[in-house]
């Protein structure tokens, strides 16, 4: 759609609500916090989409973390073999 965003850390969205002393738990209190926290905040800064490099990047890294985590497990198991006593 456009819009700007910015993605607040839900612990400093709380602390906000606290210090507000908005302890009520509905859409519209939510709302209303939400849009005070940014009018208040100096220091937001503008959510940006991952490039699609970067998307690609965290998928091979995700996927080389999970190699190395089955070689890992594979070398315990070959150090340490189950005997199955039958």
């Known amino acids: 759609m456009g819009l700007p965003v910015h993605r607040a850390h ?4 709380r602390n906000f ?4 002393g ?3 738990k509905t859409d519209a209190v ?7 926290f940014a ?11 991952p490039s699609k490099e970067t998307v690609e ?6 996927r080389r973390d999970d190699l190395a985590q089955m070689i890992r497990t ?4 070959f150090k340490h ?6």
């Open 74 to 77: 594979e070398q315990n198991r």
């Open 10 to 13: 839900g612990t400093r969205t």
């Open 81 to 86: 073999p189950q005997i199955k006593h039958e």
């Open 22 to 24: 908005l302890s009520a």
């Open 30 to 36: 939510d709302a209303r916090m939400l849009a005070l």
């Open 39 to 49: 009018a208040k905040s100096e220091d937001l800064r503008l959510w940006q989409p």
């Open 17 to 20: 609500a606290k210090y507000l």
């Open 57 to 62: 990047l965290r998928g091979l890294r995700r």
